[in-house]
């Protein structure tokens, strides 16, 4: 229903591969999960953000 007025799909809760895939190809746009990342204290997470910065 997202994709169908133009949003963007987030599926949670990853912690397998096998989820990730599932989700992969049904069209979502993003995942987030232990799988790609365990919770991250403020600053390590202020750091990323900071690395990964375009500019």
Do not use: T, W
Request: aromatic fraction near 10%; charged fraction near 20%.
């Amino acid at each position: 229903m997202a994709h169908a007025i133009d949003g963007q799909v987030v599926g949670g809760g990853v912690e397998m591969d096998e989820q990730l895939q599932f989700l992969s190809r049904i069209g979502c746009n993003y995942a987030q999960g232990f799988l790609l990342s365990k919770p991250l204290r403020q600053d390590y997470f202020e750091a990323l953000l900071i690395r990964d910065a375009p500019y």
